[in-house]
């Protein structure tokens, strides 16, 4: 079993002493990369440490890491600079900081890393977190002789070998079912980064999402890379697709909203529409990535689908659940995009209405197809359309917000609002709301009546509860 030394004791613990250590994760990039962290933290606690909200005198520092987009290794080592400073003064101290680089720039970069940033103890790729214990214990006894490197991907799953998830996570909670990605576009790192599609078993999702509730979860996100791809092994022997799960998941009492992202249209099959249609706990609110409305570029981003699919797709999903609200990524400026292109997309986003979006400058990525394809698109053209898009896809998310006001919303209260005396949460199409509030509603559905938009957000008040809850879309 991972994670314990041969004669069963955890490494690094010893009984009797003080074993408590700080542990400070930084995390950027995506969902996945939150739930990895809290993860790793769950990994480490039974070595003693627990999470520092600052990295100053930790013990151990973990800096999980996107490669997605951007200089993503630049940004890595000026952070790793910032924390060398800090290792050096916890040890002038006589202490010590463990310093671990994880996640997909890791697992892109590996050795590398050590040799740009030689400080650093440990680098650790996304498939090999169960193996942090054994990493610390071999990064302290190497402290003298030399760093841990573990990019591997591992023939065991690391699912397998996690402990049960134990830090709550709130109100609304992450569930990774699924990671890594075999769609291959041609722009993405994931594949290379993440591995190849694993799916975890129903049996261990199920207990997983049955504990997150018992903590006080009332919102579950399923995540996955390509998380409609999943098809998991369930205790009969069969193997269910995404559809099935839901409704497995829809049956556990006290989950009240359910989610999913982020998926690939050509795996939103049959079954999953239908569930959109008559799951209630499903929430009317699909991110549903398409990159561009140009069937030559999806072409050359090797999507498997063109233009003409995807909005016949989003038709039937609309006919499954007439409100549902929709979100997407977009890629302006792939190699090979010219104008028409580009006013594909535009004309793609026009016919489609999104509730709000993601639009990214296509940015090269070492060792993706994309990246050496002749054509490559200049900044200035890349930043015109960025522009225009991100214009367009403002309005859209403006007119969708400004429609909810004067309706009766179901708000699922995470927290306290953004002033004194307000309280905050989310309405099933995911849009924040704040209200004036006590926060003993912190942790329930109530009804709110909408009074005002704003471009990401919308205020609101407390309905009185004789107040129907309206769920209908608001554009
Ligand atoms: N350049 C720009 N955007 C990218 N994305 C993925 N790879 C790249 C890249 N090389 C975007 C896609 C994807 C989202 C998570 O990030 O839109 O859906
Ligand atoms: Fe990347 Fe998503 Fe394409 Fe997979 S489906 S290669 S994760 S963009």
């Known amino acids: 079993m991972s994670g314990n030394s041969a004669d069963g004791r955890v490494p690094g613990f010893v009984p009797g002493a003080d074993n408590r250590k700080k542990l400070h994760v930084i995390t950027w990039g995506c969902q996945m990369n939150v739930y990895d962290s809290l993860r790793m933290a769950d990994v480490l606690a039974p070595l003693g440490f627990t999470s520092s909200p600052l990295p100053d005198g930790a013990d151990m520092v973990i800096l999980n890491t996107c490669h997605i987009r951007d200089k993503a290794s630049e940004k890595v080592f000026s952070e790793l600079g910032r924390l060398r400073l800090l290792k050096q003064s916890k040890e002038a101290a006589g202490g010590r900081m463990v310093l671990a680089v994880a996640g997909c720039v890791a697992q892109a970069e590996g050795a590398e890393i050590l ?97 997150l509730v018992g903590q006080g979860a009332l919102e579950i996100t399923l995540l996955g890379q390509n998380v409609n791809a999943w098809h998991g092994e369930a205790p009969s022997g069969s193997t269910w697709g995404l559809a099935r799960l839901v409704r497995e998941l829809a049956g556990i009492s006290n989950l009240l909203r359910l989610r999913y992202t982020t998926s690939h249209p050509r795996d939103m099959d049959d079954a999953l529409i239908a569930a959109h249609g008559d799951v209630p706990a499903l929430m009317p609110f699909l991110h549903l990535p398409v990159q561009s409305g140009s069937d030559r570029m999806l072409a050359a981003m090797n999507r498997k689908h063109t233009a003409e699919d995807y909005l016949r797709l989003v038709d039937r999903l609309r006919d499954a659940r007439p409100e549902l609200a929709l979100s997407s990524d977009f890629i302006v400026g792939h190699p090979g995009e010219t104008e028409t292109d580009f006013e594909a997309t535009m004309d793609l986003v026009r016919k489609v209405n999104f509730a709000q979006a993601f639009s990214f400058k296509y940015s090269q990525r070492p060792g993706t197809p994309a990246a050496g394809a002749p054509h490559q698109v200049g900044e200035p053209d890349k930043d015109r359309r960025l522009q225009a898009l991100q214009a367009l896809l403002r309005d859209q998310q403006g007119a969708f917000n400004a429609a909810c006001v004067g309706r009766t919303m179901s708000i699922l209260v995470t927290g306290p609002g953004r002033q004194p005396g307000q309280i905050g949460g989310r ?49």
Request: with cysteine; aromatic share 6%.
């Open 115 to 211: 040799l740009r940033a030689p400080y650093v103890d440990i680098v650790l790729g996304p498939q090999t977190y169960h193996r942090l214990p054994e990493m610390v214990a071999r990064a302290s006894r190497a402290a003298k002789g030399g760093p841990v490197i573990e990019t591997d991907f591992p023939t065991e799953q690391k699912f397998d070998f996690l402990p049960e998830a134990s830090a709550p996570q709130g109100v609304t909670a992450f569930l990774t079912i699924q990671e890594g990605c075999d769609k291959f576009c041609s722009f993405c790192v994931v594949p290379y980064t993440r591995g190849v599609e694993a799916s975890r078993p129903v049996a261990s999702i199920v207990a997983e999402a049955r504990k």
């Open 427 to 475: 309405t099933p199409f995911l849009q924040p709301v704040h209200l004036p509030g006590s926060l003993d509603r912190i942790g329930t559905e109530i009804s709110v009546r909408i009074d005002a938009a704003r471009q990401n957000s919308l205020v609101g008040s407390l309905a009185s509860t004789s107040n129907l809850i309206q769920e209908r879309a608001c554009a």
